[in-house]
């Protein structure tokens, strides 16, 4: 079933709202306009999204700043005309995840900067915050990372601790390949990374690699003629210190969870 993001916004507004704004509900009855306005320089993402919550309540948008725009401090991003008590409504709802999902894509900007290859993708994992991983995804998008997997039920992804339960990272690989065209398998060294490069894995994640010691199992790969037949994704401690390092090592993935996991959300602000 595809993911209906309008029914997501509702609930995320009926949460916010409860049985009614008893404070709005105190206002007079009249229309007005307002504006959302950044206070720092960002990548600007959730612009439809934040648009749709204010239009479930009957208001009015007009869109100054799409999804993907820079914009620099005290630029307007939306304005919104209605009723005032149903602006304010979805004020702190529209904020919430306009400003989140525009702090995952400057972030993800930033470093996506940092990677001087530009062959190597920078990918988002699922340390995402439960009910916001079609956003937080999204928001990895428009700042120029990838999504990977959504969902579990998307490609096999062989870990530590499915081989801790199974005893055998062979076995589960065998399972893998009789089932699909596609799996990955995290290793912690350089022979597992062999070994699941030989049993045709599409992609290596090497888990808490050095850059160093991805180079130096990159050269083994390509000694044993393995490199071109799989696809290296380097994990784990990875953060804008240290990218640059990791994407000159050669790898075609950098995953980082921080970019959904540790957001700081972009300053913004409705204005009436």
């Known amino acids: 079933m595809s993911f209906n ?6 609930e995320f507004l009926s949460e916010d709202i409860g049985k009614g704004d008893i404070t709005s509900a105190l206002l007079p009855k009249r229309k007005i306009s307002a504006k959302i306005i950044s206070r720092e320089e960002a990548v600007i993402a959730g612009v439809r999204h ?33 009723n ?17 999902m525009s702090g995952i894509a400057t972030q993800t900007d930033q470093l996506v900067k940092k990677i ?10 699922r340390k995402t915050a439960p009910g916001l991983r079609y956003f937080d995804k999204e928001a990895v998008e428009i700042g120029g990372g990838k999504k990977h997997r959504l969902k579990l039920d998307e490609m ?12 055998s990272l062979l076995f589960l690989i065998k399972a ?57 994704e380097a994990s784990g401690g990875i953060n804008s210190k240290n990218i640059a390092k990791y994407g000159s090592t050669g790898v075609d993935i950098i995953s980082v969870g921080s970019i959904t996991n540790s957001v700081k959300g972009i300053d913004m602000s409705l204005e009436i």
């Open 116 to 125: 001087s290859n530009k062959k190597t993708r920078l990918y988002a994992t």
């Open 176 to 232: 893998a390949k009789r089932k699909y065209k596609k799996f990955e398998v995290e290793v912690e060294n350089t022979l597992d990374a062999v070994l699941a490069a030989k049993q045709g894995a599409a992609i290596i994640m090497l888990d808490n690699f050095s850059p160093e010691q991805i180079k130096k199992t990159i050269q083994v790969l390509r000694d044993q003629k393995l490199r071109d037949k799989v696809l290296l």
């Open 84 to 100: 005032a008590g149903n602006i304010l409504m979805c004020e702190r709802t529209a904020l919430n995840l306009l400003t989140r």
């Open 50 to 82: 934040a648009s749709e919550i204010f239009k479930l309540k009957g208001c009015s948008v007009k869109i100054v700043k799409k999804d993907g725009s820079r914009i620099k401090p005290n630029q307007t991003i939306m304005t919104i005309f209605g």
């Open 5 to 10: 993001s309008k029914k997501q916004l509702k």
């Open 156 to 167: 096999v992804m062989i870990k530590d601790n499915h081989i801790a339960v199974s005893d």
